[in-house]
């Protein structure tokens, strides 16, 4: 069967930096992203990454790295709009456009 | 440009009943996939349909069906409702030939089975 693990709480400051890591375990492997989901909105796209190695965009930073099934989202200099959850998702179908999605990890910034 | 649109945004039926959703996807976009997120999960998936057809379903039960239209908006049907079909029903849409898995989501329809 399809999982991912990820942490369901991370506590940090403003202005930290924090890691919130995700391992998996798919029959297939066509990517690992990630969103963003405040309470009530919609879960939005932030990174993804086909490849081994990290993608940065900003303030957010993915890593991936496929022989260990273990990717992560590195946030830095947190503001408190940050506080969200956040999703790891794997597409784990050739053409086809569903992703398996992780329990979430809870953020919460403190001032 | 408009997002991803979804109606109604709540709903609240009883055990039994039948449902509709309604999703109308970003323009240019030809690919509608739903999920359900039950309070405190991620997002599971049910359907995904790409110029009309269907092109993956999820585990979920034949009570759940979907069709998409050639105006690319699509609707997902749950009939016999239970309890656990309360949920958020999430469309998403992504366009063609990329964004594989960059998925627009629009707001949800809250579903409340009583």
């Known amino acids: 069967g399809q999982s991912l693990e990820q942490p369901s709480e991370v506590t940090a400051v403003e202005g930290a930096i924090v890691q919130i890591n995700c391992t998996y375990q798919t029959s297939g492997f066509y990517g690992l992203s990630w969103y963003q989901q405040h309470d009530g909105g919609a879960p939005t796209f932030l990174s993804y990454?086909?490849?081994?190695g990290l993608e940065e965009t900003g303030r957010f930073s993915s890593f991936l790295s496929r022989s260990d099934s273990y990717g992560y989202l590195l946030l830095q200099e947190l503001q408190m709009k940050d506080s969200a959850s956040y999703f790891c998702a794997v597409r784990d179908r050739k053409g086809r456009r569903a992703l398996t999605f992780g329990s979430g990890t809870r953020l919460q910034v403190q001032p | 440009d408009a997002g991803v649109t979804q109606s109604p945004t709540h709903l609240i039926k009883t055990r039994g009943q039948h449902v509709t959703l309604r999703c109308s996807p970003i323009?240019?976009?030809?690919?509608v996939s739903w999920y359900q997120q039950v309070l405190g999960q991620g997002p599971q998936f049910i359907f995904q349909y790409y110029e009309k057809e269907e092109r993956g379903r999820g585990n979920f039960p034949d009570r759940f069906s979907a069709r998409q239209f050639p105006n690319y908006s699509s609707e997902l049907n749950v009939n016999a409702l239970l309890l656990g079909d309360s949920a958020l029903y999430l469309c998403?849409?992504?366009?063609?030939?990329?964004?594989?898995?960059?998925?627009?989501f629009g707001p949800g329809t809250r579903l409340t089975v009583l």
């Open positions: 998403a849409s992504s366009p063609p030939g990329q964004g594989y898995n960059e998925q627009f």
């Open positions: 323009s240019g976009h030809k690919s």
């Open positions: 990454n086909a490849l081994d």
